[in-house]
């Protein structure tokens, strides 16, 4: 189910009949789902992020009666998601309490709460693993309490990962011997790290329960941001769950949306690029009730060298050199915040970065980098280049 050209933050024109068959009502969805179904091959893998919509498509093509022949196996779709997702959920609650035994405080992110507070069906919106947020101050707690109840960190050993190494990152991937998967956050966002930058969230969250466990969620307006920024950068798994994401939030919770916290907290963040252009999207492609006054602020809104260059770097499709332009106008971007814009020092500083970010030992960083040069260029060169991470 792999698509090899990856996508960005809007759909293809396929991608976008797909979208338009979960999400539109009546006649429009019928047609697009005519249309979309006309243009694949059935013996074929369908690709990955197109995948992720069939739930949604069977919900919505079922509440309209539409006779297909493709319903049924719409519908197993549906069940197999449903499934999946409830098992995660069991883990969920499973880790949710054993961080509280541990005395940490919790907030679920992305899928868990999107399901439970807008889809409202675990059967709708599928998820690969969950997400979770402590307090910055809290994460080697819950590395530990983690590790005590045999998850694994994923990629580098404990030892690796240093509290330099952890600075730079948001989160962390965990496994457990069941291959289930968890991100530990301790920030919402990778693009703001500093010991402060989640107070907001955590004072503005809403309570909610995961299978009978309290914990909390971002409210419907940082939810929002969180999923169109997420949304934003391009991926080899097309990532078109923002779409419906933030059209649900908006359709659930229109009426709880506090438009000027909204552009409040991107000009804040620096991300009015990503948020700007997720909205106006939302609006053009979907109607979506998005105030002209919030596009024409976010439009308006400076925006410095730094984030207009990790906005292109992050929305460009990747070439032999990987990752590596996205980390390095990702140290440039954490730079300018810390008001040091001096080019020397950011060349110098960049290596350091780099081994923290990979958590690598400094003899490490030359052949690490060498190698995965060469592995991506063999690569593209074969024209099958998946994206070494």
């Known amino acids: 189910m792999n698509n090899p050209s990856g996508g960005g933050m809007l759909p293809t024109p396929r991608q976008e009949l797909l979208l338009r068959a979960a999400l539109l009502s009546a006649e429009p969805a019928q047609r697009a789902w005519q249309e979309w179904r006309e243009q694949i091959d059935w013996a074929q893998p369908i690709e ?60 679920i992110l992305k899928g868990a709460p999107l399901s439970l507070l807008y889809y409202q069906d ?77 107070d907001d969230f955590w004072t503005g969250a809403v309570p909610v329960q995961a299978q009978k466990v309290r914990t909390h969620a971002l409210n419907p307006t940082d939810q929002l941001l969180h999923v169109c920024v997420h949304g934003a950068a391009w991926s080899f798994v097309p990532s078109l769950r923002w779409i419906p994401d933030a059209l649900m939030i908006l359709r659930v919770a229109a009426e709880q949306i506090e438009w000027l916290r909204l552009t409040q907290q991107a000009q804040k963040r620096r991300l009015t690029l990503a948020l700007g252009h997720a909205l106006a999207y939302l609006r053009d492609a979907f109607d979506a009730p998005v105030p002209v006054f919030v596009l024409n602020e976010l439009a308006q809104t400076r925006v410095s060298d730094a984030e207009q260059k990790l906005w292109i770097a992050l929305t460009a499709p990747r070439t032999w050199r990987g990752g590596m332009p996205v980390s390095w106008r990702r140290h440039c971007f954490d730079l300018e915040a810390r008001g040091e814009t001096r080019s020397a020092r950011k060349w110098l500083e960049f290596p350091r970065y780099l081994q923290r970010e990979k958590a690598l030992d400094t003899w490490q960083l030359f052949p690490w980098a060498f190698s995965r040069a060469i592995k991506r260029l063999n690569r593209a060169v074969r024209g099958i280049d998946q994206g070494l991470r």
């Open 48 to 107: 990955t992020g197109s995948y992720r919509l069939l739930p949604l498509v069977y919900h919505n093509l079922r509440a309209l009666k539409l006779n297909d022949p493709q319903m049924t196996l719409l519908k197993g779709i549906y069940r197999r998601e449903w499934y999946q997702n409830q098992m995660l959920f069991h883990t969920l609650a499973e880790v949710l309490q054993l961080l509280h035994a541990a005395g940490i405080k919790t907030l």
């Open 122 to 198: 675990f059967g709708l919106r599928p998820m690969a693993d969950f997400d979770v947020l402590v307090p910055t101050r809290a994460r080697r707690a819950a590395f530990n309490a983690l590790r005590q109840a045999e998850w694994s960190p994923q990629q580098h050993p404990p030892e690796k990962l240093t509290d330099a190494v952890l600075d730079i990152r948001h989160a962390w991937g965990f496994q457990n011997a069941r291959k289930q998967q968890l991100d530990l956050h301790w920030h919402v966002l990778i693009e703001c790290r500093t010991p402060d930058a989640d």
